[in-house]
């Protein structure tokens, strides 16, 4: 594989998962964000998740500092000009997205593969953005990173055979089952899910039933491993509301229509997870 280094912009729930993924394949890894704070909480959680698997006896201590060697951190995008790739795992907005890929395609190698992380945003809109078009491509890994299989390759419009062969051989080396799919609003995974998640916060919003009623009846019910506010809250309230928008406008189908209970929440900072709060109290944990 070609593919050495990578850099890694984001470093929150899908960055420093897809950095940890890759430091333990044996990559050089550098995560960058906009501020100390992000970048620290980035590697605690990276280090939080190779100690549990150190309990779970799946890596051994020398494992974890192997990993942890491969990843530096930065705040300055243009430390990742040398990296093969970037994968660009920053928040759902498609200003602030279409915003880096401009800065790294100034600075990056002529060479260098562009690819996001996004749930929702147009893939060719975003290689419209650069130069290289050809070269822009989505991988679009699953919450929790380390823990789930698949990466969606999302082809823009403009993606070339060669960037889908070489994202398509990183996915499977840092052990992922790489699936294709083309650009349109949300994609394959997220077109499906997020609709769902959306229809059970209009479930909670008029009072049909609690958020743990909720998520028994799917649980129970539907044989669902997590329910959808609780997995609403791991993905993030900010993420679903962003990508349930993206569905709206780019359909204009009314099937689409946000739950008002998004803009609130995300008024509110109950994030989630993420937050301490979203549709449950995680402030104890
Ligand atoms: P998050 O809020 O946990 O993290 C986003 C990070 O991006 C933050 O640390 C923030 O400081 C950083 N950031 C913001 N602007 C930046 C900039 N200009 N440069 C560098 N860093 C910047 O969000 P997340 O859940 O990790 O989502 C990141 C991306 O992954 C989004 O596009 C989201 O749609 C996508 N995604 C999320 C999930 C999920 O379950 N959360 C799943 C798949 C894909």
């Not at 823009?156 to 790489?178: C, M, N, R, W, Y």
């Not at 958020?211 to 309230?237: C, F, R, S, V």
């Not at 406008?249 to 209970?261: A, T, V």
Request: proline content about 3%; some cysteine; aromatic content about 6%.
């Amino acid at each position: 594989m070609n593919i050495k280094t990578i850099g890694v912009v984001g470093a929150g729930t899908m960055g420093n998962g897809i950095v940890q993924v890759c430091a333990t394949a044996g990559l050089k890894v550098i995560m960058q964000d906009i501020g100390d704070a992000q970048v620290e909480r980035g590697l605690t959680t990276i280090a939080g998740s190779l100690d549990r698997l150190i309990k779970k006896e799946k890596i051994s201590e020398q494992d974890k500092q192997a990993t942890l060697a491969n990843i530096s951190t930065t705040m300055d995008l243009a430390d990742l000009a040398d990296t093969d790739i970037v994968i660009e795992a920053a928040t759902e907005n498609e200003a602030i997205k279409l915003d880096i890929f401009k800065q790294l395609d100034q600075l990056c190698q002529p060479q260098a593969i562009l690819a996001s992380n996004t749930s929702s945003i147009s893939l060719t809109r975003i290689a419209g953005a650069t130069q290289r078009a050809d070269q822009v491509i989505g991988m679009h890994f699953m919450n929790p990173v380390p823990v789930m299989a698949l990466v969606e390759v999302i082809r823009a419009l403009q993606t070339s055979d060669a960037s889908f062969q070489a994202v398509h051989e990183l996915s499977e080396f840092i052990g992922k089952i790489p699936i294709e799919a083309k650009d349109s609003p949300g994609f394959v995974a997220n077109r499906i899910i997020v609709p769902m998640i959306n229809e059970a916060a209009y479930v909670y919003y008029e009072g049909l039933a609690s958020a743990e009623g909720i998520d028994e009846i799917m649980k129970l019910g539907m044989a669902h491993t997590m329910g959808p506010l609780m997995l609403a809250d791991l993905i993030g309230i900010d993420v679903i509301y962003a990508v349930i928008k993206v569905l709206h406008e780019g359909f204009g189908d009314s099937k689409y229509r946000p739950c008002p209970i998004w803009q609130q929440m995300v008024d509110a900072g109950y994030l989630g997870r993420k937050s301490g709060r979203g549709f449950y109290n995680y402030a104890d944990k």
